[in-house]
Nanobody, 120 residues
Framework: QVQLVESGGGLVQTGGSLRLSCAAS????????MGWYRQPPGKQRELVAA???????NYAGSVKGRFTISRDDAKNTVYLQMNSLKPEDTAVYYC??????????????WGQGTQVTVSS
């Protein structure tokens, strides 16, 4: 069983910064893509940023230039550095990982979510 445990959410003022972390644990062969999604109040979950094991990253247009995703594969951890935060960044942020099992099966794992609130 694979677990993703997030940390780093909280309350911050407009223009502030937060850093989210997500660590994967359990039995698996490798982690392919790791990323962050968010779900604002009353809206659907959306991709924020993702990074592949090969180093490719992609970002939602609304966060480009403000957020940075990074990985520490030795620790099976992905980070999201969020700068210049805006009230519209307020959401529950979820970590996601494409996990490859020892038998080659690839499945998606999700964290429990961490609340980020940006006050105006």
């Amino acid at each position: 069983q694979v677990q993703l445990v997030e940390s780093g959410g909280g309350l911050v003022q407009t223009g502030g910064s937060l850093r989210l972390s997500c660590a994967a644990s359990g039995r698996f062969f490798s982690i392919n893509t790791m990323g962050w999604y968010r779900q604002p109040p009353g809206k659907q979950r959306e991709l924020v940023a993702a990074g592949t094991s090969g180093g490719t990253t992609n970002y939602a247009g609304s966060v480009k230039g403000r957020f940075t995703i990074s990985r520490d594969d030795a620790k099976n951890t992905v980070y999201l550095q969020m700068n210049s935060l805006k009230p519209e960044d307020t959401a529950v942020y979820y970590c996601n990982a494409a996990i490859q099992s020892g038998s080659g099966y690839v499945f998606n794992a999700w964290g429990q979510g961490t609340q980020v609130t940006v006050s105006s």
